[in-house]
């Protein structure tokens, strides 16, 4: 098996930028990955936050490739590629590997409900075979309050059982800490690594052994939640989990993709940044105008980022 | 307004068989096609019972390149093209209008829910005006237990206003009979064609003043769904319906499109239609049994459909 770096700490599922015809902008996006690099954040670009599953398998493609052209390194990248179709989660997880990402975010197909686990191992288990590569790394994408079909325990047995190194490590967005603790007893200690589906639960994680988070408010809060988990073993930790929560819970009182791009447009001053593709719709102005009013009022700021 | 012919009656989201390998085959899907033309069905081909979300768009627009090479009438077409990405929900519909499909049947974006519906306007907005073809027909595709995005009386409402002509009608598959009505009600007097979303409803839908319907079980009993559709003002509508209602009543005994495949399988003794795509899981060869026997039992056949 080649030797690939463990992915461990923060990740952020880097929100996407459109431009006036609703593309997504490559160039503004790789800027925003190198201060979320300069903060010790991880790229989970395409994740549910970035908008992905309101973009082309091409567009995807495209993106990835001028990321690599700007010198953001693939090393620290863990691209969600999951997809409904078969044929598009393969496509789509064979460029990342190509391109040498750390890993691949994957979401279960999505579209039929009630689908049993053997149709979802097959599914995960028919990506690892056409891709065929050993340098895979798979991070299973958990996330039933969006997705509607989950990933069961009993189905990740199964597939860390056929795939071991290559099923690597899960996001668990279920919100449902029950699960996440059950994960990290039953899967952590084979070298999977359990990733929480927000900072709510980094501390915790980590306290369970499990590899760290993957953050929506990462985009905006990045440096103090890799602190956090650079430094959970000192006394001060349980402080800097509250001070993380207090940020987060600002973020929660509004649609939060929207919200995380306000407050980037804000801070770096282009307003650029507000625009999202259908079905999303962007902040209205009162709720922008509240927002960083509340996060100003909270000290809140976000250092070295620019336009 | 360029005049084109109003799609009426009963259609089928034709079921996609594949080879081997997994990948579609055009030809058998013809040959499909086909028949279920000869029966006086239409074709709602990629439709939830066509695993079209299974398909990748390069594989849709193969596979419609496909029949219309192999003669199958693009005027008995209504693919359906609504993706969760926006810019494949324009690639696929341009596709469908540019090759003369009667009408396209269009799902929301998936996979964020809980959006508004101005969202949901947006995106509708958006693939009319990117595609920005006066042929094009737009077919909501209303499926709240497996899309988990509904489409409201108000969204149809804003849209109809919006794009008198272009929104063309609505499958219903929310299985609520009052919702139908309502839609019959409101929208239909404006030419706005409601088709139920299984042969349960199409004697009440076409006595509402309905469409027809679209129906999966319309993929192995059409000629007799298409007769009550023919004639449904005879006295033995009721009788028709209760005889419709029983066939689909013992293919309901199981996981859908499998259940389907296995019939075709059966009756034209090829068993390559049995395969699926993950997440989907083929029937077992108990199951397979049970439903044959109990097709066999009902009398239940499928003249003129050959391998």
């Known amino acids: 098996m080649t030797e690939v770096s463990r992915v461990r700490g923060v990740l952020s599922p880097v929100v996407t930028p459109f431009d006036r015809d609703l593309r997504p902008d490559g160039q503004r996006l790789a800027r925003h990955c190198r201060w979320l690099l300069d903060n010790n954040v991880g790229l989970a670009i395409f994740g549910t936050n970035s908008e992905a599953n309101s973009l082309s398998v091409a567009e995807k493609m495209a993106l990835l490739d001028t990321l690599v052209e700007a010198g953001v390194p693939t090393g620290r990248m863990m691209p969600g590629t999951g997809c409904c179709s078969l044929s598009d989660s393969v496509e ?142 000192q006394p001060d930790a349980d402080a800097q989990q509250a001070a993380l929560d207090a940020v987060r819970s600002i973020f929660q009182g509004y649609v939060m993709i929207p919200a995380l791009k306000a407050a980037i447009g804000h801070y770096t001053n282009d307003a650029q940044w507000n625009r999202v593709r259908p079905p999303l719709v962007e902040l209205d102005e009162r709720q922008r105008a509240d927002l960083i009013s509340t996060l100003d009022g909270a000290g809140f700021s976000m250092p070295g980022l620019r336009g």
């Open 92 to 233: 789509l997880t064979r460029h990342a590997v190509d391109l040498g990402c750390a890993g691949v975010l994957m979401l279960p197909p999505f579209y039929y409900k009630g689908v049993a686990d053997e149709g979802l191992y097959r599914n995960f288990a028919e990506v690892i075979e056409q891709v065929g590569d050993e340098r895979l790394r798979i991070y299973l994408y958990h996330i039933p309050p969006v997705a509607q079909v989950p990933i069961s325990l009993a189905l990740i047995e199964r597939l860390l059982k056929a795939y071991p190194g290559t099923i690597a490590g899960v996001k668990d967005s279920s919100g449902d800490w029950g699960n996440t603790n059950a994960m990290l007893e039953q899967f952590q200690p084979q070298g999977f690594d359990v990733f929480a589906g927000s900072e709510t639960f980094l501390l915790a994680t980590l306290r369970g052994g499990g590899g760290g988070c993957i953050s929506a408010t990462a985009n905006v809060n990045p440096g103090p939640i890799a602190h956090l988990a650079s430094t959970w073993e």
